[in-house]
């Protein structure tokens, strides 16, 4: 069943958990993702990115989406990852996601203010959720930038007074959150600030995103859900858990998104077997709940 950002985040608060998000550009991603969601009998998000429309258009990848989320048993998120632009966006809206980022978080804070507003007054023509973002988090969601891991010159936190501020300005339903995580593949051990994602949920009272999953431990997992005492966090994972798993299978150099579908067909049974929404997604859950 299809639903939005801020129906699953009411989910999340009732229940003192998180949701599990996973950028899904292809086929064989989307059923991965929602097959292991029915298995668990868990909510789940799926969303596309910007970064990845050189390599599936969201105008392909969109519609499929959407109607596998219609035929799931499980209530399912279609969500925009870092939409860039407003005219990308407005794309999204206009095919039926339920939710969308815009990312401005590399704008001034007037203008990111602006801009997100824009956003929300469009996603209100269509009753999508919106999330956007201040900080930043070094690398891109694409993996480019200059750094990764602690030691990322690019890391902005997010201020907290800051995120009071945009949040009331812009009416968004959702904030991501830069503490210390970072998008793409870890080259060191992250060092979280917890207190950074405490005092904006206390200041900004408003469901938190951490981006940058994939290379954050289970046990820095439930932290970040206990540090704000057991409220919704969204976090969205990328294909490196797999890839990581899948480099011991096949060569390196071939691992690239053009060429994922069919090794993603193969990376399914491992998938299942190795069940790894619960391993990457589901051990977040306090209580070991399930919605």
């Known amino acids: 069943m299809l639903v939005t950002l801020k129906q699953m985040m009411n989910l999340c608060e009732a229940k003192k958990c998180a949701a599990g998000a996973f950028n899904t550009p292809n086929l064989e991603g989307i059923i991965a993702v929602l097959s292991a969601a029915e298995e668990m009998n868990v909510p789940v998000i799926i969303q596309h990115a910007q970064g990845h429309e050189q390599f599936m258009p969201i105008r392909i990848i969109g519609p499929i989406m959407l109607e596998m989320a219609k035929r799931a048993k499980v209530p399912v998120c279609v969500h925009l990852d870092h939409g860039e632009d407003l005219d990308y966006v407005c794309t999204a809206l206009d095919l039926g996601f339920t939710s969308v980022m815009y990312d401005g978080s590399v704008l001034s804070l007037d203008e990111n203010i602006a801009n997100t507003k824009l956003a929300v007054s469009f996603a209100k023509q269509t009753g ?9 988090m070094g690398k891109r969601e694409n993996g ?13 936190y997010t201020d907290p007074k800051q995120a009071k501020i945009f949040v009331e300005e812009t009416g968004i339903d959702a904030l991501a959150c830069s503490f210390g995580t970072t998008h793409g593949v870890y080259l060191s051990e992250p060092k979280l600030d917890f207190s950074v994602v405490e005092n904006v949920r206390k200041m900004a009272n408003i469901p938190v995103v951490m981006h940058g999953g994939s290379g ?21 994972i990328w294909r490196w858990q797999a890839e990581r798993r899948l480099q011991n299978s096949f060569e390196w150099a071939a691992f690239r998104w053009k060429r994922t ?31």
């Open 128 to 136: 999508a959720s919106v999330e956007a973002e201040i900080g930043c």
């Open 216 to 236: 954050v431990s289970p046990e820095n997992f439930r932290k970040a859900i206990e540090k704000v005492s057991g409220k919704s966090i969204t976090i969205p």
């Open 261 to 291: 579908a069919s090794i993603i067909s193969t990376a399914i049974r491992w998938l299942k077997a190795e069940r790894m929404f619960l391993s990457c997604t589901m051990i977040l859950y306090s209580g070991e709940q399930k919605l």
């Open 144 to 156: 480019s930038g200059s750094g990764a891991g602690s030691n990322d010159p690019e890391k902005i």
